[in-house]
């Protein structure tokens, strides 16, 4: 019985590891997993760059910190995010709501290196950047951190806010 909860186990963290990788990757262009749709999620959907109406750059430092901590765009609007690490060690950013931050983050606990990577996330290693395009097609206040061990808990974290299309 306790060879069956090992493998169990290992089989849950094997499916877990698969769907979070947290090596830096390209997120230029389409968001999709090879041959995956984009996945509607309560903040927006992954954008295509050649629809991207405007870039806002936001910057990561050791201070643990993003600059700017907040921006706003239109319901409707395609933005590439800029995503600059000026630090010197590995940084993130993850679009999110804050329960789906305060989930990962906790996941990101348990599990330090477990790698992650899906279109709503930009890992940039020291002194680089990266793009991450994100079509905001829902209203409301979301957020977004880093998520790196340790850089959510030290108020590595900011948010944004989807308001109405802009009435002609």
């Known amino acids: 019985m306790k060879a069956i909860q090992f493998i169990a186990a290992c089989a849950l963290l094997v499916s877990a590891?698969?769907?979070?990788?947290?090596?830096?990757t390209s997120h230029h262009g389409d968001h999709g997993h090879a041959g995956a749709a984009p996945q509607q999620q309560a903040w927006g959907i992954a954008g295509q760059?050649?629809?991207a109406t405007r870039t806002i750059t936001l910057r990561m430092t050791d201070?643990?910190?993003f600059t700017p901590s907040h921006f706003s765009v239109k319901q409707g609007e395609t933005v590439r995010l800029r995503v600059?690490?000026?630090g010197q060690v590995l940084h993130e950013v993850v679009l999110g709501t804050q329960a789906s931050l305060d989930e990962h983050a906790a996941m990101m606990r348990q599990h330090p290196d477990m790698e992650h990577g899906e279109a709503h996330m930009a890992h940039v290693k020291p002194g680089r950047?990266?793009?991450?395009?994100?079509?905001?097609?829902?209203?409301?206040?979301?957020?977004?951190a880093c998520l790196v061990a340790g850089h959510f808990e030290a108020g590595m974290r900011g948010s944004f806010t989807e308001i109405g299309r802009a009435h002609v």
């Open 84 to 86: 600059e690490n000026k």
């Open 17 to 24: 590891t698969a769907s979070f990788s947290h090596e830096p």
């Open 63 to 65: 201070d643990m910190r």
């Open 129 to 144: 950047k990266d793009d991450l395009v994100w079509h905001f097609n829902r209203t409301g206040s979301f957020d977004f």
């Open 49 to 51: 760059a050649g629809k």
